[in-house]
């Protein structure tokens, strides 16, 4: 779902539009519209936030990379991956893996500093990491053609978390009921399978 597609029924859910049938090709004159404009520059940092708290419930999925260059302090016994590249990770969950004679899904991972994923050697296969990512972020120079990277289900209920943010002064009645939807909404969506990792140990160095 497009981030304006979000702002769009975001208006019509506070009843802006009135009788008015408004999309998202109409969103470079809404900018402009005193009706409408004052509302949408304020959803960026709402939606924000509403990401915020659907990651905080854990109903964002997982993410997987596949860990392909290993630094050069490369042992006989272990490898180190810099993790620091991976622009969207938050923590890990679980590191994997595959070869064509087996399959583990909970290798034992060492973490140097926060940066530096330090795994068993290995001769074949690949190590996938399973990590939960940071939410997308939603900034003022976030391009309203853009597709949030959540299922539509969840981006469906984002409308409802802007409604009870830009409404929480002026109608609080009507913005605690909306927060109470979204709210009862992200309970409804199914959990993504959480099977973190078992065996994490910190390795500090001085």
């Known amino acids: 779902m497009k981030i304006g597609e979000i702002k769009i029924e975001a208006l019509k859910l506070m009843r802006e539009n009135v009788h008015e049938d408004i999309?998202?090709?109409?969103?470079?004159?809404?900018?402009?519209?005193?009706?409408?404009?004052?509302?949408?520059?304020?959803?960026?940092a709402s939606i924000s936030r509403a990401l915020d708290?659907?990651?905080?419930?854990?109903?964002?999925?997982?993410?997987?990379?596949?860990?392909?260059?290993y630094l050069d302090r490369e042992t006989p016994y272990s490898m180190r991956y810099y993790i620091s590249d991976i622009s969207d990770y938050d923590c890990i969950f679980r590191v994997v893996h595959e070869s064509e004679y087996e399959y583990d899904d909970n290798i034992p991972a060492r973490f140097e500093g926060s940066s530096i994923l330090i795994l068993p050697k290995i001769n074949h296969g690949?190590?996938?990491?399973?990590?939960?990512?940071?939410?997308?972020?939603v900034t003022a120079n976030s391009i309203d053609g853009d597709n949030l990277r959540i299922s539509d289900k969840l981006a469906r209920l984002i409308p409802y978390f802007i409604k009870s943010e830009l409404y929480e002064e002026e109608e609080p009645a009507i913005a605690q009921a909306a927060r109470a939807a979204f709210e009862n909404g992200i309970s409804?969506?199914?959990?993504?399978d959480r099977n973190p990792q078992r065996m994490i140990k910190k390795v500090l160095r001085y």
């Open 126 to 137: 690949e190590y996938r990491l399973i990590y939960q990512a940071k939410p997308p972020r």
């Open 53 to 69: 708290r659907i990651a905080a419930l854990d109903k964002l999925p997982l993410a997987v990379v596949e860990l392909t260059d």
């Open 188 to 192: 409804e969506v199914e959990t993504p």
């Open 23 to 44: 999309t998202f090709a109409d969103l470079p004159e809404l900018y402009e519209s005193r009706n409408y404009g004052d509302l949408l520059v304020n959803m960026n």
